[in-house]
């Protein structure tokens, strides 16, 4: 039977689009980098299991307003283009979400 509910893993990392030491999250899971935004093509089927076969860098495209969640990260692979959401955590650089933001209210979103 596969897993279907998430792997807690919190740890910190470099990050391989910017080179920040990224520490991990305080109060949650760390999966993307807090200076950039960007994250890594880790995981397959749930959070943390960390079985994909891309390892793709995945590129912040679009903030997201969530009812339940608040505010997401969408990521795209760039070597795939799978899209997966990330939760916004509170050291986020600010600047860099309204950069996303400015930038996906020019372009239109495809949200498959």
């Known amino acids: ?4 509910n998430p792997i807690t893993i919190n740890e910190g990392f470099t990050c391989e689009h910017c080179g920040q030491k ?17 994250s ?12 994909s076969l891309c390892m793709g860098l995945m590129e912040p495209i679009a903030i997201i307003n969530n009812n339940k ?3 997401q990260i969408m990521h795209e692979c760039t070597r795939c283009g799978e899209k997966k959401m990330n939760k916004v955590l509170p050291d986020d650089d600010q600047d860099q979400i309204i950069k996303i933001m400015q930038r996906q209210n020019m372009e239109p979103l495809d949200p498959s």
């Open 40 to 51: 890594k093509h880790v995981d397959e089927t749930v959070p943390g299991d960390r079985k």
């Open 1 to 4: 039977m596969e897993r279907k």
């Open 69 to 71: 969640k608040g505010q």
């Open 22 to 38: 990224v520490e991990k999250a305080s109060a949650s899971c760390r999966n993307h980098c807090n200076v950039c935004l960007w």
